[in-house]
Structure formats: structure tokens, C-alpha cells
């Protein structure tokens, strides 16, 4: 298999991306990566049996699965509390590992009100303000606390530049097209 890659923004104008593909390059290792979800609120066991080069090698694999509260992205509809995933490097499984992947609702946090804008920190009402309430003085968010007018630091929204990677895949390094086009 080979691999080539070109990093793409949204501004086309940006000067910092590659505006060619990378050399592609022969990739040594295969993979295959399995991916399943369960909504068990406590940990789930470990998936049943296991599948080698795409094969089911326990028939039951994926009933044993689901009677352990997993499901595979097909057939998988709710709420997803665990991942487990499971990869096979150059076609041997190398066993499932689970993650959490959605964690108990928190307390509600702290509200802020942005008042305005003032000239001078001299300018920040001493009398009449609200726990919460903000204002900017030069580029800094001061916060009221109840008591004293806290800076908060730098209060900053410039437009930021999106990016991403674009990977291709070939079994053959004639099949890779590296032309400039997406």
C-alpha cells in the first residue's frame, strides 16, 4: 500500500500550506481497526471472541458481544457511554481496549455578563455591580467578583486559519494520482 499526503485551508491564499503532494511512500504495516459501543452505565466486559484478517474466527463473535452490552456502528442506535476498540497489525489482533467516552453531567459553572467597553480600569463601577458582570479594557475581560474587579486576561477573538490533511491510499504506486486537484 502507499500513502501520500497535502495539507489544504479554507483561505487558499495561505502561504504556509503545501501546495503539492508529499512523495509517496510505501507503507510497511497493515492494520484493520474494529471499533465497538455500549451504553452500560458501569463498565462492560470485554467483547467476545475475535475476528482475524476480516474472518470471524469465533462464529459467535458478535453475539457474544452483544450479550455483553456491546454493539458494532451498524447496529448501534443509543447513547454511547464505552468505547471498545480492538486492532490488528499486519493480521494479528492485539486485544480490546475500552475507554469511557461520555462522563456524568457536571454543576452548572459560573455566568459572565460583558457590559461593555471602558477607557481606564478608573472607569469600572465601584458601586451597583453584579457578581459576573465584565468589562474590556484593553483587550483584558476584568471580572467582577463580588468585591474587587479581577483582569482575567487577554480577551481575543482574531479569525483563525482551518486546516486539514488529506491522505491517499494506493496498492500500487501507479494507481496514487498526485496531481494538484483535490
Not at 497489525?89 to 462522563?103: A, L, V
Not at 471602558?118 to 467578583?145: H, M, Q, R
Not at 474587587?148 to 481575543?156: A, D, E, H, L, S
Amino acid at each position: 500500500m502507499w500513502a501520500t499526503s497535502r495539507i489544504f485551508y479554507s483561505d487558499e491564499s495561505h502561504s504556509g500550506g503545501r501546495t503539492k503532494w508529499s512523495t509517496p511512500v510505501k507503507m510497511t504495516d497493515t492494520a484493520d481497526f474494529e471499533v465497538m459501543y455500549s451504553p452500560n452505565k458501569d463498565k462492560p466486559d470485554m467483547p467476545g471472541g475475535f475476528k482475524r484478517n476480516g474472518i470471524n474466527i469465533d462464529a459467535t463473535w458478535l453475539g457474544l458481544a452483544k450479550q455483553n452490552g456491546w454493539y458494532d456502528d451498524v447496529d448501534f442506535t443509543g447513547d454511547a457511554i464505552w468505547m471498545a476498540t480492538n486492532k490488528a497489525k499486519n493480521g494479528d489482533w492485539q486485544g480490546w481496549e475500552i475507554s469511557k467516552i461520555k462522563g456524568e453531567n457536571g454543576k452548572d459553572g459560573t455566568s459572565i455578563t460583558i457590559i461593555g467597553s471602558v477607557e481606564s480600569t478608573d472607569e469600572l463601577p465601584k458601586e451597583g455591580a453584579k457578581e459576573g458582570d465584565c468589562y474590556i479594557f484593553d483587550g483584558n475581560l476584568y471580572v467582577w467578583d463580588g468585591n474587587n474587579w479581577n483582569n482575567v486576561g487577554q480577551f481575543k477573538g482574531d479569525p483563525g486559519k482551518s486546516a486539514y490533511i488529506h491522505i491517499k491510499y494506493a496498492n500500487q504506486i501507479d494507481q496514487l494520482d498526485t496531481s494538484n486537484q483535490r
